[in-house]
């Protein structure tokens, strides 16, 4: 089945400095990755949409200059949050979506924690 | 816009008891109708969808769901609620358009009782 791996798992960084988090298809090609940010005990939000080659769509409300995604191929999407903040501590997820595709691989999620 | 509403944010039952979770959507035409589960710090695994065709869908793990057009339901069934469903559920519907954007629900909490 599809698989999409998500990188890191968990990560700690400081106030002011950035972190990638990088999100893999493995056995398919994601045309179409979506990144969601989820708050404990609440909803996934979608911050944004990008496509293979393309420049991402961002979700009203979502920094794009602080949430800087990256779509450089159809196995890679990166996510860096930028001067990151105590604010910006949250759950990430990714997701894919290949060609022809239907349905929906999620990756397994990033716990990001500034401190 | 599409909006996907699930009225119960925690639910209760102890195992053995059947179980069903409540969605309500909002979409302009049909739509792509789907269930996920979360354990906690995970990411969502994909319980069953409905695109089109039979409106009852069997899902992994024992789970069903009925597409109801006439009432805006995809509500999510389980006969026998095992101690290891207990976890967080997402409803989501997804747009046909060229995006198909995934909007969830604000997801139920399922505690399961021994």
């Known amino acids: 089945g599809a698989v999409v791996s998500q990188h890191p798992s968990w990560v700690i960084c400081k106030s002011g400095t950035s972190v990638k988090i990088e999100c893999r298809s493995l056995d398919f090609q994601a045309t179409t990755m979506f990144w969601y940010r989820q708050f404990p005990k609440q909803s996934l939000m979608l911050m944004a949409t990008?496509?293979?080659?393309?420049?991402?769509?961002?979700e009203q409300g979502v920094e794009k200059d602080k949430f800087l995604i990256n779509h450089a191929s159809l196995t890679l999407s990166t996510l860096t949050v930028t001067s990151a903040h105590p604010e910006d501590s949250s759950f990430y997820i990714c997701?894919?979506?290949?060609?022809?595709?239907?349905?929906?691989?999620f990756g397994s999620g990033t716990r990001l924690t500034v401190v | 816009a599409q909006s996907v509403t699930q009225p119960d944010i925690h639910i209760t039952v102890s195992e053995g008891a059947s179980l069903e979770l409540r969605c309500n959507y909002s979409?302009?035409?049909?739509?792509?109708l789907f269930w996920y589960v979360q354990s906690p710090g995970q990411g969502l695994q994909l319980l069953l969808k409905?695109?089109?065709?039979?409106?009852l869908v069997q899902g992994i793990k024992g789970f069903e769901a009925e597409f109801k057009r006439s009432q805006s339901s995809f509500n999510l069934r389980k006969p026998s609620v095992h101690w290891s469903d207990a976890a967080e559920y997402f409803c989501?519907?997804?747009?046909?358009?060229?995006?198909?954007?995934?909007?969830f629900g604000s997801g139920t909490q399922l505690t399961v009782l021994p």
């Open positions: 989501a519907v997804g747009s046909r358009g060229s995006a198909r954007q995934l909007t």
């Open positions: 409905y695109f089109s065709g039979d409106t």
């Open positions: 979409y302009g035409a049909t739509p792509y």
């Open positions: 990008s496509n293979e080659g393309s420049k991402a769509t961002y």
């Open positions: 997701s894919a979506r290949g060609q022809g595709r239907d349905g929906y691989t």
